[in-house]
Every structure is written in C-alpha cells, then in structure tokens.
C-alpha cells in the first residue's frame, strides 16, 4: 500500500515538474527572437515561398537556337513543328555554329538544333540522315524539354515520310504502318507531370525536421553562451530526474509544431493543389511519431551545440544530402548501402517517404507500415539517448555548483583561490 501510494506521489510530482518545465521553456521560446523565426516564421513562410516559386509545375516555351544549313523545305517543316510545340520556342536563326555557341554562351537560348546542309537531299534518296542536338546540361528540365521535343518532332515526320512511300490506300492501313507498335503513356501519382508536385511535399517534411533542429539548438545554444556549465537543464528548480526534464521540454516543442505540422502538411498542398490522397487518420498516425522522433533527435543534437550559430551551419549544410538521401529525388535503390545506413539516423529519410506514399501515392497506413514502425523506433532510441544526454549535463551543472559554493566560501574564509578552468 505505501508502495502504491509513493507511486503515484512520484508520477504527481514528476507530472508537476513536467509541466514547470513546459511551461519555463515556452516562456523562454517566445523570449527568444532568433528561436520564434525558426519556429515561426520560417514554416510559414518557406512553404510559400517554395510553392509559389513552382506553382507553374512544368516550364514551357524553352528558347532554341537553330543553325539551318539545308534551307530546304524538309528543314523548314522541321522547325515549324518544334516551334508549334508548347515546350520550345525558336528563337534565334544563326548563321553557324560559332554564332549559335555564343548565343548559349549569353543564355539567350537554352539549346541548338544543327540541320545539316544535305538534309533534304538524303531524304528525298531515301537515306537516313540526323538533326544534331546540343543542349545547355547545367538545368535538366530545359534539356530534357528540347530535346524530347527534337525526338517527338523526328518521330512524327518518319511517320509521314514511312506513309506517303507504303503505297496502302485506307487511313487504318496508314496507321498501321507508321506505328505497328503503338503505346499510351499515363503517368500515375502525377498526371500533370509537375516538378513542384513531385518535389515540394518532400521539402515541406524535411522544414518540419530542420526547422525544429534549429530552434532547439539555437535555444541550446543560448543557454550555453550564457552559462558554460548550466546549459540546457533548470538545475535550480527542477533537478530530480531527467525523465521529466525531456518531457517538459518535448511537451513544449510538440505544442508548437503540431500547429506547424498541419500547417506544412495539410494546408499548404491544399492551397496550391498538390496532390492530397491522404486518410486524416493515417496522416495523424504518421505525424506523430514523425513529430516526436524530429523532437528527441533535435534535443540529442542541442546538446553537442556550443555557440548558436553551430547548429545553423551544421543542419543547413545537412538539408540537401538529406533530400536526396530520403529517396524522391535520386532512386533509393542506386544510393550506395553505407550512405543508406546514413540516412537511417535521420526521421526525415522514412517521414518523407511515408507522407509521399500516403499523401501524393493514396497509400494507407498498411502500405507504410515499415516507415511507421522505424519512426516509433526512432522516437524511443532518440528519447533514451536525450535522457542520457541530459543526465551528464544535470552531473556537470551540479558539479559547477559545487565548484562556484566552495569559491564563495573559501572567499569568506580569506584563504587563497584555487584556478577554475571555465
């Protein structure tokens, strides 16, 4: 009974202590200018940013320069279809190539179309000739536009050309003969092909993480800089165990960012109509673990943070190895196994992948049952080793508290003052 009783007088006063805490931290976050940006401002206005940057989802009208040395009437047709596509615009005719080169060079036109001067001539002796493509490689998007519409443009004229020599007579016969083979292209999670569909829901899970990094760390560090030893925990008030010190302070976080969570995740893809296939129930499922393990693994990371500009350089560096690592924007299966492994320690990597299959995909929970149970692993490993952490820093303010009382008595005392190293 007395043990029952001790019990649930420890679980009320932890629970008092937990809240204590909470309630410290959150007065000291919205203290703190640099900590509200990360936690604030930057979520909100991010997304937006991002958004509306690629709100047009596919470019179009990309500029091309064409070096026409047949000036035949083949090679005219030729340039008149890829200027009726919607992907390039012709915008220049040079003389040759060294004009054309210069052109680029200026980024006035993104690609070159070269029609030899024996274009017409090869055709008309039913021989195979070549349109020469060269493309400014440093974006892919405007590559991949000239020059798939190069090919498209190819296609279609053999076409032609293959019907108007088959001697068939009946429209059928004709089809038949320019495509045997025929095919039907439909693109699944993204009819419209957009690149802000297909890239923005995972950048708006990998803001989640590494703003919530920053602001821990950033508060961390604060708390550093003021007081070398008694960083992070309230050894004043609330020493009495680490368990309570990590609630508190994770109780506090997820308040505030299961605003922004369903902020990021919920309404902006709904602002600009991204892809939402998502249950509220499997989301909700998700996010939470997502959000916890983001939490403990930012308070681990706060602890090795000395200065506040630290954990800045260390997570912004991070942010694009991360988007890559997390398998949307490079094939998971071509990511060497040691840089997978790597990708492991971080909640974005399987918090991005869920959230695509759930959100753009229409998975349901049972279709990301191996992402959900890694993060709830994460949640527990990160909070375990947070408390840890926190325990060594609880030892070392407790340490410099003893160091700081026997100072002061020995100044009482007139005796001569050892050194402290800080």
């Known amino acids: ?89 012709i915008a220049y005719h040079a003389a040759d190539m060294d004009e054309a080169k210069m052109l680029i060079a200026r980024q006035k036109a993104s690609a070159i179309y070269r029609i030899p001067s024996d274009f017409h001539r090869r055709l008309n002796r039913m021989e195979q000739t070549a349109v020469a493509v060269y493309c400014d ?21 053999n076409a032609k050309i293959q019907v108007s020599i088959s001697g068939h007579y ?61 960083d992070l925990v ?28 369903a902020w990021l995740t919920i309404v902006v893809p709904r602002l600009f109509h991204f892809p939402c296939l998502a249950h509220w129930q499997d989301l909700l499922a998700v996010m939470l673990p997502y959000l916890l393990a983001c939490i403990f693994f930012g308070i681990t990371v706060s602890c090795l943070v000395r200065y506040r500009e630290n954990v800045m350089l260390l997570m912004v560096f991070v942010s694009v190895p991360l988007l890559f690592l997390s398998g949307v924007s490079w094939p998971q299966s071509n990511i060497p196994g040691v840089w997978q492994g790597v990708s492991y320690l971080f909640p974005s990597t399987f918090g991005i992948r869920a959230y695509i299959r759930l959100n753009s995909m229409g998975g349901t929970l049972g ?40 100072q002061k008595r020995r100044e009482r005392a007139g005796k001569p003052l050892d050194i402290i190293e800080p």
């Open 1 to 89: 009974m007395n043990s029952e009783k001790g019990l649930i007088q420890t679980i009320i006063e932890g629970t008092h202590d937990a809240c204590l805490i909470w309630r410290d931290e959150l007065r000291q976050v919205f203290k703190d200018e640099g900590v509200l940006i990360f936690f604030v401002l930057v979520p909100l206005v991010y997304p937006l940013l991002y958004s509306w940057i690629y709100n047009n989802e596919m470019i179009h009208e990309v500029p091309v320069v064409v070096v026409d040395d047949s000036h035949s009437h083949m090679s005219r047709q030729f340039i008149r279809l890829c200027d009726a596509s919607p992907d390039v615009r």
């Open 367 to 406: 279709d990301v049952l191996t992402e959900y149970r890694v993060l709830w692993v994460q949640t527990l490993a990160y909070f375990l080793v947070a408390c840890l952490v926190y325990r060594n820093q609880i030892a070392l303010a407790r340490q410099h508290i003893k160091e700081q009382l026997e």
């Open 170 to 230: 009946t429209r059928r016969e004709e089809q038949i003969q320019a495509r045997p083979l025929d095919y039907d292209a439909v693109p699944i999670f993204n009819p419209g092909g957009g690149y802000g569909s297909f890239v923005l829901p995972a950048v708006l899970m990998l803001i989640l993480q590494q703003t919530l990094v920053l602001g821990i760390g950033l508060s961390a560090g604060t708390s550093r800089e003021s007081n070398r030893f008694q």
């Open 137 to 157: 490689m440093s974006l892919m998007l405007t590559y991949k536009l000239a020059y798939q519409t190069a090919v498209m443009v190819s296609q279609e004229m």
């Open 234 to 261: 309230p050894v004043q008030k609330h020493y009495h165990g680490t368990f309570r010190i990590v609630l508190g302070k994770a109780m506090c976080y997820f308040m505030v960012y299961a605003v922004m969570g």
